[in-house]
């Protein structure tokens, strides 16, 4: 079993910036691929970006530009640096790890965290 953390959500107001962090405990050995996932109220979870072992990164288009993905193996910790936020950015944000690749489908990830608020107010 894997678990994942998530740290790092808050209040900011539109054009601010916020760093999300997602440690992994147990299970831990072994490549993993991770994502950021988010879903705001009354909308479906989406994609916002993922990273494999080895640093390989796929981003949303929504969030290119603005959202950096990172991650540090030897802390076992993936993070999400959100520049020029928007309100439309709020959500729930969610961290999730599955063995072996990274993945933009949410449905193939078998450990997520408990989630984290984003809130971006105008």
């Known amino acids: 079993q894997v678990q994942l953390v998530e740290s790092g959500g808050g209040l900011v107001q539109a054009g601010g910036s916020l760093r999300l962090s997602c440690v992994a405990s147990?299970?831990?050995?072994?490549?993993?691929?991770m994502g950021w996932f988010r879903q705001a109220p009354g909308k479906e979870r989406e994609f916002v970006a993922t990273i494999a072992w080895n640093g390989y990164n796929t981003v949303a288009d929504s969030v290119k530009g603005r959202f950096t993905i990172s991650r540090d193996n030897a802390k076992n910790t993936m993070y999400l640096q959100m520049n020029s936020l928007k309100p439309e950015d709020t959500a729930v944000y969610y961290c999730?790890?599955?063995?072996?690749?990274?993945?933009?489908?949410?449905?193939?990830?078998?450990?997520w965290g408990q989630g984290t608020q984003v809130t971006v107010s105008s």
């Open positions: 999730a790890a599955k063995k072996d690749q990274s993945s933009r489908n949410s449905d193939v990830y078998d450990y």
């Open positions: 147990g299970r831990t050995a072994g490549s993993y691929g």
